[in-house]
């Protein structure tokens, strides 16, 4: 189950207006090797996970995707809410105003919707985690264009943030991925 | 962005000026929760890394116990009681802090 | 600190009985920690898993 904190994990602070920038920060809101895409595929994956570790690992970083998902939310939100029409107009973010206003929806940075064509989940714990630390490398590659990108400190901030969280997982299911493999190690002598 | 306060180990600041003082307290205490929660969830053996997470989550029960006192619930579904009127509807979310 | 790429290495020596090629991640050792200033701002408590990125001046 999960219960909702009223903050955000980190101090997000925006300190411009910028439609452009919202509309290529998506790519983590709804793309295919964004936030959404890493809690979904977790959360889905830990059903199959053969070791009480790596059900917690897959379940908590997760829940903790989620939590980016937010951010990003955040992130574009801020860049866009204040920004009059004349702003928006002729830049990428006027055809997802088409579309939505100045709501956020998730889709990517070319405005494609999220689908669940953008994870995997195997009755195969291995595969799973080989999966998961591919999209951790993937979503780290994407905030480091994101970060160049970026001319907002404080979005350059929160980027710089969720990329070395995105390390930091790469190295979690690392070490899960060596916890499976020697638990099947083990079993297949038992 | 981030104020580069003093950290005190073990000591929390209980008086925090405004509510966002208090939220990036909050933050600092709960991060290291986290990134020490998934290191336990590899390493569930580690003594000097459970010891840590127990005290940073002790800390942290006090500045969200000073988060409720003065602001209502953080959390919803049962995490805190509520005075009246309904707390949890009045504190800024996330976004708009 | 390290680079993310050194924390994987190939296992070269593979056992008789195993067909597929294995991959060993290094452990991570609990050593030092940020300050929770540091650490929340740099993304993690870990000195030896933080990688800080750098823009190149290349383009």
């Given at each position: 189950m999960w219960i909702y904190e009223k903050k955000l994990e980190y101090p997000v602070k925006v300190d411009t207006t910028n439609p452009a920038l919202a509309q290529m920060i998506m790519e983590q809101f709804g793309g295919a090797d964004g936030e959404l895409a890493a809690g979904i595929r977790y959360l889905t994956q830990r059903f199959v996970m053969p070791t009480k570790e790596s059900i917690a690992i897959l379940t908590d970083v997760g829940t903790e995707e989620l939590a980016h998902w937010e951010i990003i939310e955040t992130l574009v939100w801020k860049l866009v809410k204040d920004a009059p029409l004349d702003k928006i107009k002729g830049?990428?973010?006027?055809?997802?105003?088409?579309?939505?206003?100045?709501?956020?929806?998730?889709?990517?940075?070319?405005?494609?919707?999220?689908?669940?064509?953008?994870?995997q989940s195997k009755d195969d714990p291995i595969t799973n985690l080989y999966e998961d630390m591919a999209a951790e490398q993937k979503a780290r590659s994407t905030y480091e264009y994101l970060i160049q990108l970026s001319d907002d400190p404080g979005v350059t901030d929160t980027l710089k943030f969720l990329r070395e969280r995105e390390v930091v997982h790469f190295q979690r299911f690392g070490e899960a991925l060596m916890g499976v493999q020697e638990y099947k190690d083990t079993k297949k002598y038992l | 962005m981030i104020e580069d306060n003093k950290e005190n180990y073990g000591e929390v600041n209980s008086e925090h000026t405004n509510y966002e003082d208090l939220l990036l307290e909050i933050q600092k205490f709960e991060f290291a929760t986290v990134d020490l929660n998934l290191f336990l969830d590899t390493h569930p053996d580690n003594q000097r890394a459970l010891n840590d997470y127990n005290m940073y989550t002790v800390e942290l029960s006090k500045l969200k116990k000073e988060y409720r006192l003065k602001f209502g619930p953080l959390a919803n579904f049962g995490s805190a009681p509520s005075m009246s009127p309904w707390q949890w509807v009045e504190t800024p979310w996330p976004w708009e802090v | 600190m390290r680079h993310m790429d050194d924390v994987m290495m190939n296992e070269q020596q593979v056992p008789k009985d195993s067909k597929l090629p294995k991959v060993t991640i290094m452990d991570q050792p609990y050593t030092d920690k940020f300050s929770l200033d540091e650490a929340l701002k740099k993304g993690t408590l870990f000195p030896n898993l933080y990688d800080p990125y750098m823009v190149s001046k290349h383009y």
């Open positions: 830049t990428p973010f006027e055809a997802h105003f088409a579309a939505h206003g100045r709501s956020p929806f998730p889709g990517n940075a070319g405005g494609h919707p999220w689908t669940a064509a953008y994870i | - | -």
